[in-house]
């Protein structure tokens, strides 16, 4: 597999993880805020900001009542209907081109996820750097190949699908013109729980699929995030917001700007730490080696002692014989006159 990049950006396993900062509706319909978000998510060490292109007409139809309406008491967004939700929740396109603006002046990349095809064909005259295909669209083939026609960069939200729902998306879309893809893992609840995370899947969707892999985050905190990587993800998308207590429609479980930065930071720990197959002293552990235990004289001893565990023991630092060899030194006796703090070699043994 060729390595992948978005814009300038390599992905893959050799580079620390791309971390994606999902502004979603957290604007709260005000584009000061918006272009406050992507100020934060780029002081933040976000590599990426990533919108939602789409309008309530283009996702769903003006009904308030039976499916159009969220039931479910547990859902953060209860008692809506799925119009006045995407109403609230909307990037208004006229949007798109200052925030990627934004995104551009701090050399951070910017891109979105596209619902319907009238969006590819608006981000296209953006000139977006890449595609992410959200959960709820990774069975909508015929967006997957518009958007895998356009050559660019895909990422696929994995949430929900059946192995067999993934290999009919990722053929589409390779089939379509897709060169460069990444499914993420993803549990599509809002939040997720660490329980229904399943990050073993990640090194089996890179087994399976055969293209980069990562998280689409929607737990609480950065510790999912900072598993995944040892797991290899290589791309970490997380909600962002710049204060959860401004609300907003995916406040609940969105980052704030310190918790953004902690998880560039811990996530590209994870991602040095993983390192290779290693044992013995590295380079950096050698100067080390002097504090481990080694065999030492511990009184003042005249030539003919004989060693007994009352003169010679096992101690730091680590200048004398290792300590394997006490049992074929004790009973032997010393050639010459030694002090207490000798290091014990053999040359001092009869």
């Not at 518009?146 to 998306?169: C, D, N, R, Y």
């Not at 030694?338 to 070699?345: E, H, M």
Request: proline share 6%; with cysteine.
């Amino acid at each position: 597999m060729s390595e992948m990049r978005i814009g300038p950006m390599p992905i893959g396993e050799g580079h620390p993880p791309f971390v994606i900062a999902e502004m979603s509706g957290n604007h709260n319909q005000s584009l000061e805020r918006a272009l406050a978000i992507v100020d934060a998510a780029a002081a933040a060490g976000a590599h990426a900001l990533k919108l939602q292109t789409y309008t309530a007409d283009t996702m769903t139809l003006d009904i308030d009542e039976g499916e159009f309406r969220i039931a479910d008491p547990a859902s953060l967004w209860a008692g809506t209907s799925l119009y006045r939700l995407y109403q609230q929740a909307h990037t208004p396109w006229e949007w798109h081109a200052p925030i990627m603006a934004r995104a551009a002046s701090h050399g951070m990349l910017c891109f979105s996820t596209p619902f319907d095809e009238s969006a590819v064909d608006f981000l296209e005259s953006l000139a977006v750097p890449a595609y992410k295909i959200a959960s709820f669209e990774n069975t909508d083939l015929p967006l997957i190949r518009k958007v895998a026609a356009t050559g660019k960069p895909m990422i696929i939200s994995t949430g929900m699908a059946t192995v067999a729902e993934l290999h009919e998306a990722v053929t589409a879309a390779r089939e379509a013109g897709c060169r460069q893809l990444v499914l993420l893992k993803c549990t599509s609840t809002y939040p997720a729980s660490p329980e229904n995370t399943n990050l073993r899947t990640i090194p089996h969707l890179r087994e399976l699929f055969g293209c980069e892999v990562g998280l689409s985050d929607h737990t609480m905190g950065v510790g999912a995030s900072v598993a995944a990587v040892a797991l290899g993800a290589t791309v970490i998308e997380k909600h962002f917001t710049l204060s959860r207590a401004d609300g907003g429609v995916d406040s609940t479980f969105s980052l704030e700007p310190e918790e953004m930065a902690q998880l560039v930071v811990e996530t590209g720990r994870a991602w040095q730490a993983l390192g290779r197959v290693s044992y013995g002293a590295t380079v950096a552990e050698e100067k080390s080696r002097v504090f481990r235990r080694s065999l030492y004289i511990t009184a003042d001893l005249p030539a003919g002692t004989v060693l007994d565990e009352s003169n010679v023991r096992a101690i730091r630092p680590g200048l004398g014989l290792p300590t394997r060899h006490l049992p074929q030194v004790l009973g032997r006796e010393l050639k010459v006159e030694v002090k207490r703090g000798t290091p014990l070699t053999w040359e001092l043994l009869r």
